[in-house]
């Protein structure tokens, strides 16, 4: 079974700063690419960021660029999210997702693909 185990947000002021991870228990973590979405209070999901498996390509939706940095460690089989200058708008679930296909790397709906639980960020005026 695949597990995806995400942490690291909280209650944040805004102007600060947040490393978000992503544990993922299945074998061969460096073999699958890596995404961040995020889901705000009344809207849709939204694709945030997305890694090859290497960690070599990164691809951010154009209104993410600039503050949020998508990077893995393939040896601790985690996927991190930095984001910087913290919004009130930023407030939202962050998932982490992984390709079901390994050395799979497009910009395809993660749909049919394997989701975290979610961590909460919630960013103070």
């Known amino acids: 079974q695949v597990q995806l185990v995400e942490s690291g947000g909280g209650l944040v002021q805004a102007g600060g700063s947040l490393r978000l991870s992503c544990a993922a228990s299945r074998r061969g973590f460096s073999m699958y690419s890596m995404a961040w979405f995020r889901q705000a209070p009344g809207k849709e999901r939204e694709f945030v960021a997305d890694?090859?498996?290497?960690?070599?390509?990164?691809h951010y939706a154009d209104s993410m660029k600039g503050r949020f940095t998508i990077s893995r460690d393939n040896a601790k089989s985690t996927v991190y999210l930095n984001i910087n200058s913290l919004k009130p708008e930023d407030t939202a679930v962050y998932y982490c997702?992984?390709?079901?296909?390994?050395?799979?790397?497009?910009?395809?709906?993660?749909?049919?693909?394997?989701w975290g639980q979610g961590t909460q960020v919630t960013v103070s005026s």
């Open positions: 890694i090859n498996w290497t960690g070599s390509v990164t």
């Open positions: 997702a992984q390709r079901a296909r390994t050395f799979y790397y497009t910009h395809d709906s993660y749909d049919n693909d394997y």
